[in-house]
């Protein structure tokens, strides 16, 4: 919501800021960041005060469960984590794993 003068000098003289809009919700000063939606007028200063917190985290896990393609350049504790895991599943698949039907065992044999 834009502020009237009154308001604007109010904050002015309390916190010492130029501000001249506030959050739709919450009330708090908007900076440079704010939260919009296409269609609607009113700005918010998060996700949580524009959605509310149920929506606002369903939309979290939604981006962490990012698909598609990797990224092309791994970071390099991503690069070593990766290296490791090959090692370890070609060792896996080199030494395989035998039933024990096929294992035979010494047993003592008397002459």
Do not use: F, Y
């Amino acid at each position: 919501m834009k502020l009237n003068t009154e308001q604007r000098n109010k904050v002015r003289e309390e916190h010492g800021i130029c501000c001249n809009e506030a959050c739709d919700r919450c009330g708090k000063m908007l900076n440079e960041v704010r939260w919009t939606r296409r269609g609607e007028s009113g700005e918010w200063c998060s996700r949580e005060c524009r959605d509310g917190l149920e929506k606002a985290q369903l939309i979290e896990v939604r981006i962490a469960i990012r698909a598609g393609r990797p990224r092309l350049r791994l970071s390099k504790q991503d690069r070593t984590v990766r290296r490791r895991q090959q090692i370890r599943e070609a060792v896996r698949n080199h030494r395989g794993r035998r039933n024990s039907a096929d294992v035979i065992k010494n047993t003592l044999v008397s002459i």
